[in-house]
């Protein structure tokens, strides 16, 4: 006797699965920063956070082109609210390396930092954009062709 698996509930297992997976994410971002920002622990300290969070990020990118989806949101707003959110990071990040070092750390070098992070943010987001979308067209075109 064959057991069939009702597409509803197939839907819902990969959903919560995909949840899951989310939440778990955003809690090792938060337990890495909490780390490094509230404990001063160094990057050796952390180093499982930090391959987890560089890795899974690439997997998805990886299984995307795989799949041939593109996952990405292309539109205005989404490029503004990525481009925003990291310049308020690097502000947020700046602004408390300031607040914790206390003048150890002269603060032309933190802005250095935090601007040179913010910077590669965008250059890499937007290369990373430009990419996608000129594949997101080709599957485009290669779908409408079959």
Known sequence: ??????????????????????????FIVIAFCVKVLGFGKGLEDCITEFI???????????????????????????SKVSTVSSILAAVGIMAFF???????????????????????????RYGFTYMEKRRAKKLEEEYEED
Not at 1 to 24: G, H, W
Not at 63 to 77: C, G, H, I, T
């Open 1 to 26: 006797m064959t057991n069939f698996v009702d597409e509803r509930v197939l839907q819902a297992r990969r959903k919560i699965a995909s949840e899951m997976m989310y939440l778990m994410y955003y």
């Open 52 to 78: 987890i969070m560089v890795s899974i990020p690439i997997y998805q990118n990886i299984r995307a082109r795989q799949m041939k989806v593109v996952l990405n949101d292309f539109s205005r707003k989404a």
């Open 98 to 124: 300031m607040w914790r070092t206390e003048g150890r750390i002269d603060p032309e070098e933190i802005i250095s930092y935090a601007a040179s992070f913010a910077a590669m943010f965008i250059l890499v």
